[in-house]
């Protein structure tokens, strides 16, 4: 099988953290989904689609009633006019949409940019695209990128400036200026934006602003965001593209032949969900906040050097306090140890660039909060010497 360059190392290490708290009976934190219910008119609207017979391909471009609600969630949120018709396109999760992205858009050669550490497929992707990864690192504690490095790696080769804001796995969500400063580069160097949102209303202190809502944003970008972390719905793969027309349409031609079109019961439960109130939104957001706040008390008191993620499903631990100098090992003993699993910060990172991210683990809190605090409480107990 194609797979990027670590491809094999990561697929080793998912799976086998996975294995290891299956065997072990160790409370698995390495995986990123939910283990509870989202929003139950969500549910209910899916059952009922079901029910009123909508259960054959969808049209190419999405069910009109969730592409209406996406455009309406755009105005709404965020204050951008978007076209239903021609600017909004449903894909199967945000992983469809950004393989379809990276395929059309990108030739042979051709630099694709992204933050490192970076979400895993965006790695192999781009290989399959059979394009050039250039990467920018994202350093403790608060992994921004620095501006002078931003601009270093901008040049005429690079065709996709790819950036994940809110960040997985360290939880940064991206500055007003860096945004702005990534237009800049975006227009000098004549490169297309490609933004993965799909933690956006997973921020605790801070707001997200689309890099699109930003002056002369807009043109350049596909914005890519997806309803499963924000509904705890991750199995049901609806994403979406929202993009100028004709980009969109380049991105079109590829998907259609990637899986034409996808759930289509699940595309009006996913509309339902976009235009839940105010409260469901800031309550999904605050209750994550929350069981950062158990799952970082316990990492600390094990003497992790723990950051402060801004956003989304995952704390960064430094475990270098600990004596450790390869989290991947430490991973593998870490479920004996304190009966948690978790994943080095390596499987996100090129494997000849892992200076700077050796000691560092990525725990997942999107759990129940008497999971977490179990988690917490046994991390607690954790003595090295
Ligand atoms: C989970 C995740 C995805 C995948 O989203 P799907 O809608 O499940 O395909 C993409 N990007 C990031 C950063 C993620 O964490």
New binding site residues.
């Given amino acids: 099988m194609l797979l990027g360059a670590d491809g094999e190392l990561r697929q080793t290490i998912f799976g086998e953290m996975s294995a290891l708290a299956a065997s072990t009976g160790a409370i698995n934190l390495g995986q990123?989904f939910p283990d509870e219910e989202g929003p139950i008119e969500v549910l209910d609207a899916a059952r009922q689609a079901i029910r009123d017979g909508a259960n054959q391909y969808p049209p190419a471009l999405g069910m009109p009633v969730l592409r209406e609600a996406i455009a309406a969630h755009q105005q709404r949120f965020y204050g951008l006019r978007v076209d239903p018709d021609s600017q909004v396109l449903v894909t199967?999760?945000?992983?469809?949409?950004?393989a379809a992205t990276i395929l059309a858009l990108t030739e042979e050669g051709d630099e694709v940019l992204t933050l490192e550490p970076f979400?895993d497929?965006y790695g192999a992707m781009i290989a399959f695209g059979k394009a050039t990864h250039v990467t920018v690192p994202l350093r403790a504690p608060h992994f921004l990128p620095d501006h002078e490095d931003l601009r270093a790696a901008v040049t005429d080769r690079t065709r996709l400036i790819l950036i994940?804001s809110p960040?997985?796995p360290t939880g940064s969500v991206l500055p007003r200026e860096t945004l702005e400063l990534i237009i800049e580069l975006a227009y000098d160097h004549d490169a297309i934006i490609v933004t993965?949102e799909?933690?956006e209303h997973l921020t605790f202190e801070v707001e997200h602003t689309p890099i699109s809502s930003l002056p002369g944003g807009f043109d350049r970008t596909v914005t890519i965001s997806?309803?499963?972390?924000t509904f705890s719905t991750?199995g049901w793969?609806?994403?979406w593209i929202i993009a100028p027309q004709p980009i969109l349409q380049a991105i079109l031609a590829v998907k259609q032949y990637l899986t034409y079109v996808n759930g289509a019961p699940f595309q009006p439960a996913i509309a339902v969900g976009l235009g839940l109130p105010d409260e469901f939104f800031s309550g999904v957001a605050s209750t994550l906040q929350h069981k950062c706040e158990i799952l970082s008390a316990g990492l600390t008191s094990a003497g992790f050097t723990v950051s402060t993620p801004q956003a989304?499903?995952f704390v960064i631990a430094d475990a270098a306090a600990l004596g450790v100098t390869d989290a991947a090992e430490f991973c593998r003993s870490l479920p004996s140890l304190a009966g948690v699993a978790a994943v080095p910060v390596s499987a996100f990172v090129h494997p000849d660039r892992r200076g700077g991210f050796e000691t560092l683990l990525r725990f997942a809190f999107c759990k129940k909060i008497d999971v977490l605090e179990r988690a917490a409480a046994q991390l607690a107990e954790l003595r090295l010497n």
């Fill in positions: 990123g199967a999760g945000a992983t469809e949409a950004l979400y497929a994940n960040h997985n993965d799909v933690y997806s309803g499963g972390k991750t793969k609806i994403g989304g499903y």
